[in-house]
């Protein structure tokens, strides 16, 4: 029997407001534990949230980036369970009203452009942290985290494979950054993400028990979460066993997934109206203000770049997917407007790979090399004064170093050799030196000539200009005096 996978994913987005969505306690990551909280946040008795107006501007924004209807009134619950990371013993969120709903998300599949649907997006409060040390005999507790705004995005069950739900989520990622919302930062948990999954049997209607994978601090992570998931419930399914309900833990050390709990239900919580935060009617003049400020998204530059400069779909979407990398691909096709292609291959190749290896964002690397220092190098390259090769030791070097890449070809003695004179004396010295192969050459061994070439390159360091050695030396070995 061949089965298929359903996976939906609930993202917790923090959204980048100064304050905590229902008092003024500062939002700043990595403060002393518990400096930053206030009766409100610490759930004292009497104490009244009030609602960051922000938190509510930048999760409609959000809204709107995904498609989603925005719900007219505001509206909030109390979402109830114990646990001593919460210390009013309810988180209030939304329940039976989200502040968004019936959206899409488009990501790029290999069979095209697939919409994923998104169910809902609601705002709730976070909780503390608690800090377990295994050598010690208690448990501490920071509630700087409690009240810090969150957005919860929830999909739904319509993306199909690991590899869709890893797309879904740097897209996702992409349009947050886009709208500058949040920092988007996995390890200080201001992204998080839960992934559903369950499968069925090929061509079945009705959705399998749905398994619910926690705990993954990448979107790697939550990648390798899913296809371990799915092999081990495939082949329980084999086994003609039942899969059951229930909530997992992703161990990164051992690429496992671990039972933690049975599911609980929506009804466990106890949900009720929040009464403490009268619901109240969003005027569509705000939305209307909100919508007007939303830049250009993703997907529309993305369709932009491939019309405007004739890049492909991959050149497009890789340039797009990082806002810092779309902004630097356009200040230098505004400085060199012909050259697109070949500055998206740079961008992509080579600045690319030179980020990843010194672990670097792009927004790190284009604060070194800027945009008009690639395009100079682009233009060296043209001119002959470097070799496309010397170029990308440059272009290393320029990343460490913040310095120009004429500076440095200047400094490292790297620029080509373009001197007619002083290719011809070099090429004459191989030859002198090389009599056998000279001597095969003009008996028409052919090869000879590329081992001559290998060797005029050695004594230059790699710096004669390429065409014009070739052209010298095939006219010096024409000449048959030597
Ligand atoms: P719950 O009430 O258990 O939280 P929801 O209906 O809110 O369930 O869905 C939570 C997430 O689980 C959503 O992203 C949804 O797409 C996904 N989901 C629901 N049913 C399934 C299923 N059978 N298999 C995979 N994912 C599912
Ligand atoms: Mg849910
Ligand atoms: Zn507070």
Redesign the pocket.
């Known amino acids: 029997m061949k089965y298929e996978t359903?996976?939906?994913?609930?993202v917790h987005v923090q959204l980048a407001t100064k304050s905590k969505i229902f008092c003024g306690c500062s939002t700043e990551f990595g403060a002393p534990p518990n400096s930053h909280t206030c009766p409100v946040c610490l759930g004292l008795p009497g104490a009244l949230p009030v609602l960051n107006e922000e938190v509510m501007n930048l999760a409609i924004k959000v809204a709107l980036a995904l498609n989603c209807s925005v719900s007219k009134i505001m509206k909030f619950d109390r979402k109830n369970y114990y646990y001593p990371d919460l210390p009013k013993n309810f988180q209030i969120s939304q329940y039976d009203m989200p502040l968004a709903s019936d959206g899409y998300l488009e990501i790029e599949t290999s069979g095209g452009l697939k919409k994923i649907g998104v169910?809902r997006a609601h705002l709730e409060e976070d909780a503390g942290k608690l800090i377990h040390d295994e050598a010690k005999r208690f448990s501490l507790v920071d509630l700087n985290r409690t009240g810090i705004p969150l957005l919860e995005v929830?999909?739904?069950?319509e993306i199909s494979a690991p590899e869709e739900a890893y797309q879904y989520l740097i897209n996702l990622k992409a349009i947050l950054q886009y709208l500058d919302v949040s920092d988007c930062n996995m390890e200080e948990g201001s992204l998080r993400c839960d992934a559903?999954?369950?499968i069925r049997p090929e061509g079945q209607k009705s959705?399998?028990n749905?398994v619910e994978i926690k705990n993954m601090n990448s979107f790697k992570g939550v990648k390798a979460a899913l296809e371990y998931d799915i092999d081990r419930q495939i082949s329980l399914a084999e086994k003609g066993e039942r899969i059951s309900q229930e909530t997992r833990l992703w161990n990164s050390q051992k690429s496992v997934t671990i039972s933690m709990r049975s599911?609980e239900e929506?009804h466990d919580y106890r949900y009720f109206p929040e009464p403490d935060l009268v619901p109240f009617e969003v005027e569509k003049k705000r939305i209307d203000g909100i919508k007007n400020t939303l830049p250009e998204l993703p997907n529309a530059k993305r369709e932009r770049f491939q019309s405007e400069y004739q890049l492909s779909v991959y050149d497009a979407s890789v340039l797009v997917s990082d806002k810092n990398m779309a902004d630097y691909f356009e200040e230098a096709i505004k400085i060199d407007p012909k050259n697109p292609k070949t500055i998206a291959n740079w961008m992509i190749n080579d600045i690319s790979a030179a980020a990843s290896a010194t672990n670097l964002s792009f927004n790190e690397v284009r604060i070194k090399l800027k945009s008009r220092y690639l395009v100079n190098m682009i233009k060296m390259i043209d001119s002959g004064l470097i070799s496309g090769k010397i170029a990308k030791d440059i272009l290393k070097v320029a990343i460490e170093t913040g310095k120009s890449p004429y500076e440095i070809a200047k400094e490292k003695n790297l620029v080509q050799i373009s001197g007619e004179d002083e290719i011809r004396k070099v090429a004459r010295d191989v030859m002198a030196g090389n009599k056998k192969s000279v001597a095969d050459y003009r008996e028409g061994k052919k090869q000879s000539f590329t081992f001559l070439v290998g060797q005029a390159m050695k004594v230059t360091k790699g710096k004669a200009n390429p065409k014009l050695l070739n052209k010298i030396l095939e006219e010096e070995l024409q000449k048959g005096d030597a």
Do not use: H
């Open positions: 359903v996976i939906g994913l609930e169910k929830v999909s739904e069950p559903n999954v369950s959705l399998g749905k599911k929506a």
